[in-house]
């Protein structure tokens, strides 16, 4: 994310970060290069038209083209709540139905800093053997996930979930310029690899190749394999709502099914 303060250092910023000429950005956008120059050299004011004209070009994201709108002095693209705020509580109370609907597997919702928000009962089950300290205040289910003291010693494939999701954080980080999540990724980065960790196995050696790469846990009740889908609200009209991701995980295997039906139904009230 650009913390320059004027339009036209976040204008160079972003098109420097896309690697673009200002003759390539003013071509696709539809405006003369001198025109483009003089937006971002400060001598041209730009309509707001303009402004998302070239976030679209840019491929600026929400929450970064309103910084552009409000530099250009213009109103933002939208609403930014905060996700305490009460107008979301409808909207977080669809995402527990959204979390609760996908048991007896699990599911849970971060932001775009991979914070939780919200988790079913089985994703909290999963994080029962993480250490106490990852868990307290808010939660970053990457590091969780990866830290030496969090699920990292039962992931059997280590290094190819740590390759996937550094991938991952690595192309936010590409598109959002967001300094977090660049720091989340360098943290994560250096956790080492747990005693024991299998050798590194390149996507497409396995039964799932093609589709995803599997989150493999080791459990009291064998090998859990699970496959995870992104679902995000693409018609928001929030700016926190449009960040909103839920993560659900599905069995990758019978096995893992059988296990999580039979866990689900041991904690139901008799």
Known sequence: MSTASTFADQLRTWRNRRRLSQLA???????????????????????????????LHLAVPPRETSALLVAAGFAPLAETRAIDHPEMEIALGVVEMILNGHAPHPSIAVDRHWTLLRANAAARFLLASVTPTLLAGPVNVLRV????????????????????????????????????????????????????????????????????IPLQLASEAGT??????????????????????????????????????????????A
Do not use: C
């Not at 003013?26 to 730009?46: N, V």
């Not at 720091?183 to 093609?210: K, N, W």
């Not at 926190?240 to 039906?261: G, H, K, N, R, Y």
């Open 145 to 212: 996930s990866l830290h030496p003291e969090g699920l990292a010693p039962r992931i059997l494939n280590f290094r190819q979930w740590r390759s996937h999701i550094l991938h991952r954080l690595s192309a936010q980080v590409e598109t959002s310029g967001d300094t977090e999540l660049a720091a989340l990724h360098d943290e994560i980065a250096s956790y080492p690899v747990p005693p024991g960790a299998r050798p590194y196995r390149p996507f497409g050696e396995d039964r799932h190749a093609g589709i995803a």
């Open 25 to 55: 950005l003013a071509s696709d956008a539809g405006l003369s290069q001198r025109h483009l120059s003089f937006l971002e050299s400060g001598k041209a004011r730009p309509s707001r038209d303009m402004v998302e004209r070239l976030a």
């Open 224 to 269: 859990l394999s699970f496959l995870s889908t992104t679902t995000v609200f693409g018609t928001a009209v929030d700016i926190q709502l449009s960040e909103l991701v839920i993560e659900s995980f599905f069995p990758a295997d019978a096995e893992t099914a059988a296990v999580m039906t039979r866990i689900a139904a041991q904690e139901e009230p």
